[in-house]
């Protein structure tokens, strides 16, 4: 058996509609992403599943709003940045609510409205400003958690940690996912957000694309600026079955033609598979981590946890 490295914390989902294969025709004319971005390649065939349960993690009952705790405001260091993926063509709204660690005292509220496929990273001091949490409001200096709710089956956020001593990266996204039917997480598997760009060259990503179909697919993947959600290209190419590709995001940049300006930070990827006819998601499963040059380690970026909202 051939080794695998794993990058990100990918999840594996089987129930799509099978993807339409490329004809042999096909297959001799197509460019497929480089070889040289493979980082692993699938078994001819897997054994049957045992049945064994997988182990999810939850943090309270998020059946009414998602809860993000703890959050960090600077006093030893670190600082939350919060991030609201928006995943469709029309804008968002998500409702977030600053809610006393302790006393459960209601300090305040605001809205964040990020646009059709952009994902503003918000930091936690602006958040509390916005929504009216300061001396005045909360005089205790009361630790706060974040309730937030959002009505798109679609919505998600993203919770991660900065130490601008250490420049130390943490991705503390921690889920709560619901035994829903009116709810479908799996379109999380198609899309990564916030990822690095050239203008913070310190922190390089990288995008992890698996094509766990048993036939090669041909991938678009349109890229956004994370902050507006302006499209600023799209890469397409073929990915072999089964197979894994770690694809700096300079060469993602570079083959759309963009040259981000100081202030574009962070890129949305999603990906299509046009080939595929039939209804349903693409069998690709996408991931991002970044390469911390000061730390000389890699960190996960990957996990992106859905909103979830009262009316389940």
Known sequence: ???????????????????????????????????????????????????????????????????????????????????????????????????????????????????????????????????????????????????????????AYQHVIYNATSNFFENMSVCNYLNSTSRNYRYLNSAVFNVHTTQLASFPSYVTVHNYSNQPVLVAMDVYEAATGDLKGTYSMSALANTTYAIPFTTLQNEVGWSPFSTELHANIIARTPNIASPGLPPLVLGQYIYNESLKTYVNMSTVCPINYGNQ
């Open 1 to 155: 058996m051939n080794a695998v490295r794993i990058f990100g914390s990918l999840s594996l989902w089987l129930s799509v509609a099978s993807p339409m294969a490329l004809a042999a025709s096909d297959v001799a004319n197509t460019q497929f992403i480089p070889e040289k971005f493979i980082i692993s390649r699938g078994p001819a065939a897997l054994p049957a599943a045992s049945g064994a349960e997988i182990e999810k993690s939850q943090a309270v009952d998020g059946s009414t709003y998602t809860v993000v705790t703890p959050l960090f405001t600077g006093a030893d260091g670190n600082n939350s940045f919060l991030r609201f993926p928006n995943y469709e063509n029309s804008i968002g709204t998500n409702l977030v609510y600053a809610v006393g660690a302790v006393t459960g005292t209601l300090y305040g509220s605001t809205v964040v409205a990020p646009q059709p496929h952009a994902s503003p990273q918000l930091p936690i001091a602006t958040i509390l400003t916005q929504a009216g949490v300061n001396a005045t409001t909360n005089k205790t200096n009361e630790a706060v958690t974040l309730y937030i709710r959002n009505s798109a089956s679609t919505a």
